[in-house]
């Protein structure tokens, strides 16, 4: 079946530091996939998305490509905020498809 | 900006109480999902509906639990009789179609 593997955490870094959360996938078909990020007390909100191979999904300085080869969609960031703190989720979805299937999370932590 | 709206934000009970969660739908949005997060398990999909039809509940112990949408504006989640294993953060999506998901801030559910 579908599914989503992403590095467990907590990661955790200082500020200014680069950032790189591990994600790759297994699909039947060409999914879109996605991050999300939950702050501490709240939902998930969508941080960047990419429907197909060599896209790159950017939102707030992260950035992940699609990886069609090596099935992985790797989020990174130059240079980590504490603000950055939260649980990172990969994800992907099938077209046509509404359901989402969700990675366990990452947590990353930024020391000031 | 839009929102999905959840309802109580926290909830503390004693077991064998029934609990009601409720969840408002950004305006427009044809689909919703019940999502569960737990530490130990991470982010479950409980059930979900396209257009207030039920399409999936295979996630939900259906002995005790229930979801229902009364109307496009109203989704709700049942949980009678409840059990210390069923506290966790329920969360509720909601989506246009087979775009990204859109998650409430959740309610907190603390079963004693």
């Known amino acids: 079946g579908n599914s989503v593997t992403q590095m467990e955490g907590p990661v955790t870094l200082s500020e200014e530091a680069f950032l790189t959360i591990n994600c790759t996938y297994t699909?039947?078909?060409?999914?879109?996939l996605f991050w999300y990020v939950q702050y501490p007390g709240e939902g998930l909100q969508l941080l960047l998305k990419?429907?197909?191979?060599?896209d790159k999904g950017s939102n707030k300085g992260f950035e992940a490509t699609y990886r069609k080869e090596t099935t992985s969609f790797h989020l990174e960031k130059g240079s980590v905020q504490v603000s950055d703190s939260a649980v990172y989720f990969c994800?992907?979805?099938?077209?046509?498809?509404?359901?989402?299937?969700f990675g366990k999370g990452t947590r990353l932590h930024i020391l000031p | 900006d839009a929102r999905v709206t959840q309802t109580p934000r926290h909830k503390v009970t004693e077991m064998g109480q029934e609990v009601t969660m409720r969840c408002q739908p950004i305006?427009?949005?044809?689909?919703v999902f019940w999502y569960r997060q737990t530490m130990m398990q991470g982010l479950e999909l409980l059930a979900y509906?396209?257009?207030?039809?039920?399409?999936?509940d295979s996630g939900m112990p259906k002995d005790r639990f229930s979801a229902e949408m009364p109307d496009a504006t109203l989704a709700t989640l049942k949980i009678q009789p409840s059990e210390p294993r069923d506290s966790a953060v329920y969360f509720c999506?909601?989506?246009?179609?087979?775009?990204?998901?859109?998650f409430g801030d959740g309610t907190r559910l603390s079963i004693l």
């Open positions: 990419a429907t197909k191979a060599d």
């Open positions: 999506a909601s989506a246009r179609g087979i775009q990204p998901q859109h």
């Open positions: 699909a039947t078909g060409y999914p879109s």
């Open positions: 305006l427009g949005h044809n689909t």
């Open positions: 994800a992907l979805s099938m077209n046509r498809d509404d359901k989402i299937i």
């Open positions: 509906f396209r257009n207030r039809a039920p399409l999936d």
